[in-house]
């Protein structure tokens, strides 16, 4: 009980201590902005508004655990280089946003919505949502590039930073990867689970879990047998995590999720809850389903009669087993890992934390 | 003479090796993205449509002779580094045609068209121009971090390459700023000839030849002094090479620039030239500039109306002379500052070629 108390103080020390990152990183980058011009305020401004705002810090906190579980000392650097992570994630989102055309993004307006009611604000010439999708395009470039320097000048030394690289490239062209196949289902309208499944591995759950680990594991030089275990909990574990989201973004309170309810619902996205409920529909409720799913305009009711689908096929409770399962698999590869002490305590607990029910 | 056709072929043969270097690279994605899915071979094939179809290689050759003039050995290593650079201009390029929803880009169907084309050629769901952004966003992402991966296995040192990263970081955040600008300067329809330049310096010129050339002493170890002669060359040289674009974007011949005669007019594109014909319009031409730039639909006439605008107020012959009084600029620090030859001859002829009279 102390042990997991001391870990959660941890786990909660180590969020503080990347927001001060981000925020001392995003500060140091006004004056470089400042002398292009002060028209690019607003630019740092939305960028430190979306990265500032909290969120879990998951990646950089799988990261610097990754770092520990390697025997590297709890120093300055390795939280500087975690934090990097979220700029990495902020690009993403800003992006899946403009995609997906979303409006919202934790309970306020996605960066292209922001942009563009600045221009309408200042009645400025041309089209206003021509102008928050540049802008976005552009923010969420920035935040690309500044995820680079931030890791680059961490304070590490060269050699360890080139190591971290290679795991770094390696997971960021599979989550470009992902991205991609998860507009390409949406185009094709894929009903496969299977496929679903292989998204979910490639968008979201190996650069949530996998690709922090490891890149921390390489960081700190760590052996290849460690790097091996941390996959072995982190591509079951990051998946447990997506497929939460997944029941998250259909079944969750707006209050915690910070979307409206049944969002995922309403932008149509081919989820493996989705995909599930689909394979075991029977025709009535196929056809409701393909109906009112990516119905932008769907209401309450709507979402209703495709939650109560996905209930009633079963499908929901097979995504929590699935949940269950991918979770023990995770937990039992890190038990029989070469994880160091207090690290693979930590990572016990951010397996519970990351995957349980939050309804 | 002799010195002089030696370095043409040396920047010839540069060019094939630059594209052999992007050639090798890209092929050894293809298992990478196979790996994750098949359905990825489409995203690598624009790509590769994209950065092998040739283009003038400019930064990568400002980017190898940045070094050469530092005293670096022609190695495999640098050209590698030196062509990563094409990459991170695919990224800039292909964003750039999303936000100024440009449907070609040398002369073949922009990125987002061609995906958009091949959402409607199967048949897919939903919006074809939205599948055709959402490619066209991840392809720019993918480039973008691609082009960090060829850096960093070029397979230079950990220290060399972690000096290069301050510069080629730096150097991106500049380009993303100077694009923002870009954007915010249609917006708000600015006609200061000032606000234009400086749009051009960052978005244009420091990362065309400032940038590389910075990049490629940085990863040889210049001395500081070396890195201050690269700026007093490169940034008048990288504006005078975007003001000639931009006299090309109005009066160019579509055979050499790959797009429609007066495609810039049509964009409205906010260029010192035509902030230079605004500036010292009568009347008359200011409200006919007012009422044709940015027309999506101007016809010949019309261009054939703004250009007589642009050379009866004297904004081409300023905008020439401009060109001219910043190439020599270029030239003489070039001549005081300690750079190696066979390096400084070659530069000397790239700033002639960069920025000549091509109508």
């Known amino acids: 009980v102390t042990e997991s108390v001391g870990s959660v103080l ?10 001060k990152a981000l925020e001392m990183f995003l500060d140091g980058q006004m004056p ?19 990265l500032l705002d909290g969120g879990k810090r998951l990646r950089p906190a799988f990261a610097y655990w990754g770092w520990r579980g390697a025997g590297g000392e709890d120093t300055k650097q390795i939280v500087v280089a975690a934090a990097a992570l979220e700029l990495l994630h902020a690009c993403a989102l800003i992006h899946d946003d403009v995609m997906d055309a979303s409006d919202t993004r934790r309970g306020r307006p996605s960066v292209h919505r922001r942009f563009e009611s600045t221009h309408g604000r200042q009645g400025w010439h041309g089209d206003p949502a021509g102008f928050g999708l540049s802008a976005a395009i552009l923010l969420g470039d920035m935040c690309l590039v500044w995820a680079d320097q931030m890791l ?7 050699e360890a930073l080139l190591r971290g690289q290679a795991v770094y490239d390696r997971m960021r062209v599979e989550l470009m990867a992902g991205q991609y196949l998860d507009v390409l289902e ?12 292989r998204v979910a591995r490639f968008k979201s759950a190996k650069y949530t879990v996998d690709g922090p680990l490891r890149l921390g594991a390489a960081l700190a030089g760590g052996p ?10 982190g591509v079951p574990l990051g998946e447990a995590f997506q497929l939460r989201d997944d029941v998250l973004g259909v079944f969750g309170d707006p209050g915690t999720t910070g979307k409206p309810a049944g969002d995922d619902l309403r932008e149509g996205k081919r989820t493996v809850l989705v995909a599930t409920a689909l394979d075991r529909a029977g025709e009535q409720q196929a056809a409701l389903v393909r109906r009112l799913l ?3 305009q769907l209401d309450d009711d709507g979402v209703a009669q495709l939650r ?24 039992c590869a890190l038990e029989v890992g070469p994880v160091a002490e207090p690290a693979r ?15």
Chains 1, 2 share one sequence.
């Open 32 to 50: 470089v902005l400042d002398a292009v011009s002060e028209d690019l305020a607003p630019v740092l401004q939305a960028g430190k508004d979306f």
């Open 152 to 158: 680059n000048t961490c304070g590490l030394p060269a």
């Open 308 to 331: 109560a689908v996905i209930v009633d096929t079963g499908a929901l409770d097979h995504v929590e087993t699935l949940i269950a399962d991918s979770t023990t698999e995770a937990l």
């Open 345 to 359: 305590s930590v990572l016990r607990e951010l397996a519970s934390a990351a995957t349980s029910r939050r309804l």
């Open 224 to 233: 290849g047998e460690l790097l091996a275990t941390y996959s072995a909990y």
């Open 10 to 19: 941890d786990v909660e020390d180590l969020r503080e201590r990347v927001q």
């Open 186 to 197: 949406q185009a094709m309208g894929s009903q496969s689970v299977e496929r679903s499944l």
């Open 294 to 296: 990516g119905d932008r």
